[in-house]
T-cell receptor, first 111, second 117 residues
Framework: GQQLNQSPQSMFIQEGEDVSMNCTSS?????WLWYKQDPGEGPVLLIA?????ELTSNGRLTAQFGITRKDSFLNISASIPSDVGIYFC???????????FGTGTRLQVTL | EAGVAQSPRYKIIEKRQSVAFWCNPI?????LYWYQQILGQGPKLLIQ????????DSQLPKDRFSAERLKGVDSTLKIQPAKLEDSAVYLC???????????????FGSGTRLTVV
């Protein structure tokens, strides 16, 4: 099955730094979602995007739905230790409700 | 509201044995999904139910995997016989999606970690 490409694959940053990650697809999606997964847990929804060009924030997180509908970006400002985890993008297209997930970005935050 | 419940949390079996996983979705969620997440990868859809009917099972290895949701609530996923490459986390998710309207996305359970030795 198709998977979306996320970059970077992993990041090591210092507390307080800003983080940017992106997700690209060969297919157009109507909805983009960003999830965070902690060890031993299922993914938890962070932000949902429904329109091309949309920019949405959730606290220190900001995500954008790319104009081409083939990409999305997630920014985390002023990172803190609890931001550690794996971040997944997911896309949904057409009338289908299934999600196609990205390959994940592993974030490590050092003090 | 209560989340998506899954059991067991962990399972270790030998290859060629059978195993079953259970999922109880959020109350009222008509759509239930089973995903397979291999270590280091994103989740991959195995099967999607709408109430007790299968919507999409195109990625389910039907020679060894089966799933059912008989009463449109709980669901079980079975593997028989298991192979080494089936080692993964099996995630259940549910949603209240209706048509193509906006949704806040799925709610995932904590998953069942399967190790096949």
């Amino acid at each position: 099955g198709q998977q979306l490409n996320q970059s970077p694959q992993s990041m090591f940053i210092q507390e307080g730094e800003d983080v940017s990650m992106n997700c690209t697809s060969s297919s157009i999606f109507n909805t983009w979602l960003w999830y965070k997964q902690d060890p031993g847990e299922g993914p938890v929804l962070l932000i949902a995007l429904y329109k091309a060009g949309e920019l949405t924030s959730n606290g220190r997180l900001t995500a954008q739905f790319g104009i081409t509908r083939k990409d999305s970006f997630l920014n985390i400002s002023a990172s803190i230790p609890s931001d550690v985890g794996i971040y997944f993008c997911a896309g949904r297209g057409g009338t289908a409700s299934k999600l196609t997930f990205g390959t994940g970005t592993r974030l490590q935050v050092t003090l | 509201e209560a989340g998506v419940a899954q059991s067991p949390r962990y399972k270790i079996i030998e290859k060629r044995q059978s195993v079953a996983f259970w999922c109880n979705p959020i109350s009222g969620h008509a759509t239930l999904y089973w995903y397979q997440q291999i270590l280091g990868q994103g989740p991959k859809l195995l099967i999607q139910f709408q109430n007790n009917g299968v919507v999409d099972d195109s990625q389910l290895p039907k020679d060894r995997f089966s799933a059912e949701r008989l009463k449109g609530v709980d669901s079980t996923l079975k593997i028989q016989p298991a192979k080494l490459e089936d080692s993964a986390v099996y995630l259940c998710a549910s949603s209240s999606l209706v048509g193509t309207g906006q949704s806040s996305g799925y709610t995932f359970g904590s998953g069942t970690r399967l190790t096949v030795v």
